[in-house]
């Protein structure tokens, strides 16, 4: 009786110690009692982000509650960001550029992987200087179970680096740091605008060279909004009895110019029958006609529906348009 009792303590104390070496491994695995603030700070793959938050004061706000999506790029991701820009360290980024570029991984809702658009934006926190209220737009690819952001990131496939629940958001962690998406990173980013995207960068060929166009979307310190036709859209024009049918490049030129106002970022506010001249020379005009749906009419009174409204850019705002706007040739 005595060795069997001997023999059930001690079973009763081994599977005590295993039950409790097993709670704490749920307690490592489960972070629901971490912020996002304090799961970076204790993860020694992300050392460099933490370090820019707390240079940008931002560790303030995700020790905080709320509902973010953090998407965290890792140490090797900001070195190579750090090596390309030119800079020795993340202490040598100007703190209001920091700021902003780090925003740029934030959304103020909780996405999961799932539950993000397979072929979609979300608003980020980031801001550009192309609007003072619109925050920037973030382009979701999601395709063989691959989550790309604006056309570069992609969450890490590595076990337990996405779907972080913590207890003020989800944070995923990405090979890649976000950048502030310019009009030419979201127009590559959509396959919507493939073809846009290879009329722009043409430089030679039968759309002849667009490098002018291209810079000018590039480098135009004034905020822009470019109507951008989809890809269905220039199939149209470009075959059959399309007006673009056998365009010199000095006249797909005009036609790019065409659907880019310079000096604004159009998005809300805009008024039936309001107009807007755009980047060709002379100027030719653009109008907007908001009954049954936001269309935008050209010169000959054809009408592209938008399809796309408010892709927020850093240096303007992107519509998508159902078909190629026509000017005077």
Not at 75 to 95: H, K, P, Q, R
Not at 265 to 287: H, I, M
């Amino acid at each position: 009786m005595k060795t069997t009792y001997v023999k059930l303590m001690s079973f009763i104390a081994v599977f005590a110690i295993l039950f409790s070496s097993c709670d704490d491994v749920d307690k490592t695995l489960n972070s629901n009692d971490k912020t996002v603030a304090e799961y970076v700070a204790q993860n020694p793959n992300l050392s460099i982000l933490f370090a820019a938050l707390e240079k940008t004061d931002l560790t303030n706000t995700l020790y905080t509650e709320g509902t973010y999506t953090v998407f965290a790029p890792t140490d090797e991701a900001f070195t190579l960001y750090l090596n390309a820009n030119g800079y020795a360290s993340i202490e040598d980024v100007e703190t209001s550029v920091l700021t902003q570029l780090l925003l740029n991984h934030v959304i103020g809702s909780e996405y999961s992987l799932q539950s993000l658009p397979a072929n979609g934006y979300v608003k980020t926190l980031g801001k550009g200087t192309a609007s003072a209220t619109n925050t920037l737009s973030m382009h979701i690819n999601i395709a063989d179970a691959l989550v790309t952001l604006n056309g570069k990131s992609t969450v890490s496939e590595q076990l337990g680096w996405s779907n972080i629940k913590l207890n003020n958001g989800i944070l995923h962690i990405v090979d890649d740091v976000i950048t502030l998406p310019t009009i030419i990173d979201h127009v590559k980013a959509n396959n919507a605008f493939n073809t846009l995207e290879t009329v722009l960068t043409s430089t030679s060929g039968s759309f002849g060279d667009q490098s002018a166009v291209l810079n000018t979307l590039t480098t135009n310190a004034s905020p822009l909004t470019l109507f951008a036709p989809a890809n269905t859209a220039f199939t149209a024009a470009t075959t059959g009895t399309g007006f673009a049918v056998g365009a010199t490049a000095s006249q797909v030129s005009t036609v790019l110019r065409y659907h880019v106002v310079a000096g604004n970022n159009l998005s809300t506010g805009l008024l039936q029958d309001q107009s807007f001249a755009t980047y060709t020379t002379p100027a030719q005009n653009v109008s907007i006609d908001l009954v049954g749906g936001a269309k935008v009419v050209d010169q000959e009174e054809n009408k592209g529906s938008v399809f796309a409204a408010d892709i927020q850019c850093s240096n303007g705002v992107i519509h998508g348009v159902s078909r190629v706007l026509q000017p005077t040739l």
